[in-house]
């Protein structure tokens, strides 16, 4: 899961004009990884498609990951 | 008799905050002094028609307390603004004066063309549309109908500090900036509209209220460093409010009032929602309780009544018999609680930003192999919704090259926030019973 989140990352990033971190590790700032706002709202869209679920749509109590390894995290915890 | 902004600071403490930076605090009589001084070293005719180009936040704050109630028109427009627009827009308002990033400087300010003095009255305000593309639309206000909202409790007032997210040049940021200086809160302001700067500056001075887009505010948390501030008031608007942002800004800042504001450019502030819901209220249909009248046509349309109706053909064509307007805002009653859908037009907001879905559908049918194509809004819960996109291909084309060449297009004709996320490609596409195009986001 985590490697097709960076792979989707990378693909994005390449996309948009945009520099991704070369390594990503779990306490790298989600924000300072190199994507932007819109950047995350594509990752979020394609990781539905990927996985056919939106973790973010599914909290009782929503929360917005800081760092990357809480934004996979996530995914993990949420995934059917 | 009108009052000037000058005036209205004039009648609150001189030694109260006005504003704050990150290493200095400028209290009102010093911020009157400073509008004072640069109303005298302008020079500007009384009754001449100003465009404010590009300021920083805290030049323009001091040239709208120099300039309100001694010129005729001061159009604001944002340092984001491409040059060409800027141009368009201060022909069209008919500027008689252009004065640009460097204020002090006797040499910013341009003398453009001679216009006949007008009689005095208040100054009108005019600010652009946000976030759409093509020539934005020019809204007109003045100081009176840009207040009306605002609160000028200065004892209440006093507790709170606002810092400034939104670009002041915009209805929604002057909001923030009136309400945080008529009633003395102090107003967290930054030399540029920097992220990282102004999160700064809102914990070096203490910042408890806040006002920004729900995009904005995930954003906000997902940066964390916010989570320093002893936030109070959070305010959203400009987009639609679901029920996930509200919860986590409660989670995450128990004890803040959260509410959300229903506003539109003919209407202004419409309402506040203040009980934590997604929505308003459906009791507000057609009651004496509702904030300001309020209605729900058959289509799912929803109308109200402003206090003070706009004028224009395009608005008077939108009111109907008993004086309501559409806001051609689309709801649905679910319940005891009526919640957004979107735009009749089909135009998306992705964090903000407005997007025309026909502009964007006409960028792709130059892309060769398409014959037709439709563009709709998708949920998100980043950004609110992202620009999808249904093509209709020529059937000897392959889909992926087709898909590759309609973003390439799209990425250079485009701003990044109208490029398609998603492209499929159908046989035929949808349209509404009355042969429209379907729009409803998904």
Known sequence: MRETIIAIMSSIADDSD????????????????????????????????????????????????????????????YAP | MFETLFQLLSELPPDGRALLLPSECIPMATLRRDASLL?????????????????????????????????????????SMDARTTNQLIQSSHCTHRIDALLDEPESIASLLNLPLRDEAPTRW????????????????????????????????????????????RFAGMQVVLQALLSTSGLCVS????????????????VNALSATPSLWRRLLMDGRIAELPLRQITLGGETVDQNIL??????????????????????????????????????????????????????????????????????????????????????????????????????????????????????????GVYDVRVYAKKNSIMGQIVAAEVVSAIEVEPEPLRKSIQRHCRSHLENWQVPVFISFVTALKETSSGKRERLPV
């Open chain 2, 39 to 79: 109303a005298q070293h302008s020079q500007l005719p009384k009754g001449c028609r100003i465009a404010l180009c590009g300021l920083s936040p805290l030049k323009l704050i001091k040239a709208v307390i120099a300039f309100d109630g001694t010129v005729n028109v001061m159009l604001l427009l944002p340092a």
């Open chain 2, 126 to 169: 005019l600010l652009a549309s946000s976030g759409t593309t093509g020539t934005p639309k020019l809204i007109e206000h003045t100081l009176a109908s840009l207040c009306r909202s605002v609160k000028r409790d200065t004892v209440c007032g006093s507790e709170f500090v606002w810092g400034l997210l939104y670009d002041p040049c």
């Open chain 2, 247 to 368: 919860d986590a800004l409660k989670h995450a800042f128990p004890v803040a009032r959260v509410i959300h504001i229903y506003a539109s450019t003919e209407v202004g502030t419409g309402f506040s929602v203040h009980d934590g819901f997604a929505g308003f209220p459906a009791n507000w249909i057609d009651s004496v309780i509702a904030p300001l009248p309020l209605r729900v046509r058959e289509d799912g349309h929803l109308l109200v009544k402003p206090w003070i109706l706009p004028g224009g053909k395009e608005i008077l064509d939108r009111v109907d018999a008993d004086g309501y307007l559409d806001t051609q805002d689309l709801v649905r009653v679910e319940g005891d609680r009526v919640f957004f859908l979107g735009r009749a037009s089909g135009a998306i907001n992705v964090g903000g930003n407005k997007v025309n879905p026909e502009e964007i559908e006409c960028c792709i049918r130059e892309v060769e």
């Open chain 1, 18 to 77: 945009l520099h991704l971190k070369s390594e990503l590790h779990d306490q790298d700032v989600l924000l300072e990884c190199g994507l932007d706002s819109l950047g995350f709202a594509i990752l979020v869209a394609h990781l539905e498609e990927e996985f056919g679920y939106d973790p973010f749509s599914l909290m009782d109590q929503p929360y917005y990951p800081r760092t990357f390894g809480e934004f996979v995290a996530i995914y993990q915890k």
């Open chain 2, 191 to 206: 030399e540029s509209m920097d992220f990282d700067t102004q999160i700064t500056g809102f914990i070096a001075n203490k």
